[in-house]
């Protein structure tokens, strides 16, 4: 592991990657930074004192590395609101208004026809079912069926 801890900045780079504006606890007021490789390294200061030789990290670098550890976390998102998973089942019926045009969907007077203008009926009936009356959380949303088109 590589580790760079500059308390100045708030700075902890690990394996390259740096949060800085971190905060932690402990860290005496004469350090300038902290340079680790693998399994030791020196600690430099800022008041003339000569680079001190590590084999372990002392607990400040320890909770600066902790918090680097928070700032790397991901946050989970937030499920949907209902008024999201409204807003997404108004767009999936805009995305197949199309189907119920009867140009569309009536042999007698389109060439080709969408043979399977049932199975989007049954589709936008679920979606609707949300559009209507909205839930909060993550949905499972019913598959769209895909276009049949049949000539004569």
Same mark, same amino acid.
């Given at each position: 592991?590589?580790?760079?801890?500059?308390?100045?900045?708030? +700075?902890?780079?690990?394996?390259?990657?740096?949060?800085?504006?971190?905060?932690?606890?402990?860290?005496?007021?004469?350090?300038?930074?902290?340079?680790?490789?693998?399994?030791?390294?020196?600690?430099?200061?800022?008041?003339?004192?000569?680079?001190?030789?590590?084999?372990?990290?002392?607990?400040?670098?320890?909770?600066?590395?902790? +918090?680097?550890?928070?700032?790397?976390?991901?946050?989970?998102?937030?499920?949907?609101?209902?008024?999201?998973?409204?807003?997404?089942?108004?767009?999936?019926?805009?995305?197949?208004?199309?189907?119920?045009?009867?140009?569309?969907?009536?042999?007698?007077?389109?060439?080709?026809?969408?043979?399977?203008?049932?199975?989007?009926?049954?589709?936008?009936?679920?979606?609707?079912?949300? +559009?209507?009356?909205?839930?909060?959380?993550?949905?499972?949303?019913?598959?769209?069926?895909?276009?049949?088109?049949?000539?004569?």
């Amino acid at each position: 592991m590589q580790l760079t801890i500059i308390p100045q900045d708030g +700075a902890v780079y690990e394996n390259g990657l740096c949060y800085d504006n971190l905060i932690w606890n402990g860290t005496p007021l004469n350090v300038h930074a902290l340079q680790w490789q693998n399994d030791s390294g020196w600690i430099e200061f800022n008041d003339g004192t000569p680079n001190e030789t590590i084999t372990k990290l002392p607990q400040w670098a320890l909770n600066a590395e902790s +918090a680097w550890e928070v700032a790397n976390t991901p946050v989970a998102p937030l499920p949907p609101t209902a008024e999201e998973n409204k807003q997404t089942a108004i767009l999936l019926l805009q995305e197949t208004d199309w189907t119920e045009l009867p140009s569309v969907s009536n042999p007698e007077i389109s060439n080709p026809y969408l043979s399977n203008v049932n199975e989007f009926s049954q589709y936008r009936n679920e979606v609707r079912k949300v +559009a209507i009356n909205p839930i909060a959380g993550d949905l499972i949303w019913p598959k769209m069926p895909n276009e049949n088109w049949i000539s004569f």
